[in-house]
């Protein structure tokens, strides 16, 4: 079955003087999700934007957020994200001693649980807990920065998981992050990725709605 293609702007590469206006184009664009990324300056090095922040983002969006943690003990800050009305809480494979505990309590705040895996994280340590996953988000770049160049081992990661999801019957969602463009998109969707993450590829063109396009009908 062909798989419905997503995609969730970055939020990271908008206009932070004029927030506003830009969650308003990505309400009236055919993007599914909008994609919160929140750094902390430890687990990646830089830093984002807080909660205070997101609160309004929040208010502003139509679109459900995704949102990807990259801080070290997420967990602490399941019930931030969820007075987001977020519909995904990412966390970093990496920054996670307990995986399947901090799942447990996403879950029971009646979030979607994403995991995220940095580019040199294997996706076959998942083996035990994708069908955990409602969502796995593999890392095409290092996290901390947008307009990063694109790592080409990343269709191999999206083949070899997509097999896996699909051979434990899992429900997991591939999402990939980092350096997508309308060029890379088609080979990532056919590769097996279910939603695409773009947010200098967006936000940095004139016309949004036309780069959104772009990714979700590339060919
Ligand atoms: C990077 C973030 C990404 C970032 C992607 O650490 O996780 O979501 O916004 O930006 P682009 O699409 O420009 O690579
Ligand atoms: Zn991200």
Redesign the pocket.
Known sequence: MKQERLISP????ADFGHLADDIAEINNSRAQYL?I?I?DGVF?P?ISFGFPVLKYVAQLSTKPLDV?L?IVEPDKFVNEVKALGSEIMNVHYEACTHLHRSFQRIHDAGMKAGV?LNPHTPVELLEDIVSEADLV?L??????????K?IENTYRKVERLRNMIDRQNAHALIEV?????AANAAKLYDCGADML????????QPDRHAAINAILDAK
């Open positions: 970055s939020l990271l590469s994609h990324d750094m990646v830089n990807h990259m995220t988000l890392m095409s770049v290092n996290p901390g920065f947008g307009g990063q694109f992050d980092g350096g997508v463009t993450v773009a947010g200098s590829s967006v936000f940095n």
